[in-house]
């Protein structure tokens, strides 16, 4: 079984195919998270209504898994979030990476104290830290 055949082709010119769609995903992937300029043939402002969709559905995620850092962030979470997300070229890989990434980010700046060595502040809240027992099953 062969692949699509390409005029003037072969390998040579499907790897230049594919390196050309590589790039052209690179730059949709950079004005989605960067806030770069849009490639060509993309209505530039769908791609920004798409960019701030994204931006405050990580910024969203970030602030339940870190609240210590939305906390820091305070009312400027939205601006403070966006310029995080505007100084990385590419978002970590993943939710917990990105949270963990912001509060860095935060801590660099002086808008958040470093960890302490007793853990995180709101885990002093958690039931079985106030004298409760663990859910079924949760080793103390």
């Known amino acids: ?4 055949q390409v005029p003037g082709g072969g390998v040579a010119a499907t790897d230049e195919v594919r390196r050309r769609l590589a790039e052209a995903q ?16 993309f209505d530039p402002e769908r791609m920004r209504v798409q960019a701030a969709s994204l931006l ?3 910024r969203g ?10 906390a820091a962030a305070g009312p400027d979470l ?5 310029a ?6 590419t978002p970590p890989p993943g939710y917990r990476a990105d949270a963990d990434d912001f509060a860095a980010w935060l801590r660099a ?5 470093a960890p302490s060595r007793k853990g995180r502040w709101w ?7 106030a004298g409760g027992s663990r859910p079924g099953g949760w080793p103390d």
């Open 61 to 70: 995620i970030v602030a339940r898994l870190r609240p210590d850092a939305a």
């Open 123 to 129: 885990s002093r809240l958690l039931p079985w830290n």
């Open 109 to 113: 700046r002086g808008r958040m104290p």
């Open 1 to 4: 079984m062969t692949g699509p």
């Open 56 to 58: 405050a559905k990580r």
């Open 84 to 89: 995080y997300a505007r100084s990385r070229s």
């Open 78 to 82: 939205a601006a403070e979030y966006a």
């Open 26 to 41: 690179g730059r949709v992937v950079a004005a989605l998270v960067t806030g770069a300029e849009p490639p060509e043939g």
